[in-house]
């Protein structure tokens, strides 16, 4: 097991691949999104403890926190963190949708069939199952579904995690 902010990183990874899983469940991914932004916001807590003692770490992680400020999307996620947890849970839209599942002409078991399925026309509509489905989204980022805006800021999260792991690890 990785240790430190690598193990950190981890933590935000499985919360994401969890908020994948349980996307149609509205709690269960509130909750795993909870999760994932206080795993997210703890990593720079984490290069401090880890690195802070190093040469030049100083420097380099205030240089790196005044950059972090001019990051529209992070500090809205450090932000929605911060009410999250201090005030009120986080505010997601959904926008609810209906799509084809399967359409299924039963058969007993053992009987053939002997029926010839009329090819169906675009105006045809499908007496099959309808799932429903979801996209998600922060209300102040209607334009970009939730998993792909948190992607974004992992993938921000984890290249500053590995400058630092680059310039500080084994010195």
Not at 79 to 101: E, F, L, P
Not at 110 to 131: F, I, L, W, Y
Request: proline content about 4%; charged content about 30%; overall charge neutral.
């Amino acid at each position: 097991m990785a240790s430190g902010p690598k193990s950190k990183l981890d933590e935000v990874t499985y919360f994401l691949q969890r908020m994948e899983e349980c996307y149609q469940n509205d709690n269960h991914f509130q909750w795993n999104l909870s999760a994932f932004l206080c795993a997210l916001r703890s990593v720079p807590h984490y290069l401090e403890v880890e690195y802070g003692s190093h040469t030049g770490f100083k420097e380099w992680f205030k240089d790196l926190v005044e950059g972090l400020k001019e990051d529209k999307e992070l500090v809205f996620i450090k932000n929605v963190r911060d009410n999250n947890i201090h005030t009120r849970s986080v505010r997601t839209g959904a926008q609810k949708g209906a799509r084809v599942a399967n359409i299924v002409n039963p058969i007993k078991e053992g009987e053939e069939s002997h029926r010839k399925q009329k090819p169906m026309s675009a105006t045809d509509v499908p007496t099959g199952r309808c799932n429903t489905t979801y996209e998600r989204f922060f209300p102040e980022y209607p334009n970009i579904e939730i998993i792909t805006f948190c992607k974004r800021q992992f993938d921000k999260v984890k290249a500053f995690v590995d400058d630092c792991e680059d310039r500080f690890a084994g010195h």
